[in-house]
Nanobody
């Protein structure tokens, strides 16, 4: 059974930084890409940053470009999200997700491309 376990969330003041980690277990070889999503109270879940496992190509939502960076350590089956210059609007539960076999890179920030999800880690940014 696939497991995705996030860690690294917490509370920080605006302008601060956090680094999230997502460790994957028993990931299918058909998993082409992995992504960080977030969901704020009363809002829909949105894709933040995705990484293609073979080659490391990345894509970001416009709201985090230049501030967030997604990386991977394939040997550890772990992806990371370095979040800098955090804003109160970044406050949300952050989820790690692994793509379905039929998912395509064009769908990298769309929920329907993903078949496996972690439990989430809370990020709170105060002004």
């Amino acid at each position: 059974q696939v497991q995705l376990v996030e860690s690294g969330g917490g509370s920080v003041q605006a302008g601060g930084s956090l680094r999230l980690s997502c460790r994957a277990s028993r990931l299918p070889t058909t998993t082409n890409f992995m992504t960080w999503f977030r969901q704020a109270p009363g809002k829909e879940r949105e894709g933040v940053a995705a990484i293609y496992r073979n080659g490391g190509a990345t894509v970001y939502d416009d709201s985090v470009k230049g501030r967030f960076s997604i990386t991977q350590d394939k040997a550890k089956n772990t992806i990371y999200l370095q979040m800098n210059s955090l804003k109160p609007d970044d406050t949300a539960m952050y989820y790690c997700a692994a793509s379905k076999p039929e998912g395509t890179w064009r769908q990298a920030l769309a929920q329907y491309a993903y078949g496996y999800w972690g439990q989430g880690t809370q990020v709170t940014v105060s002004s």
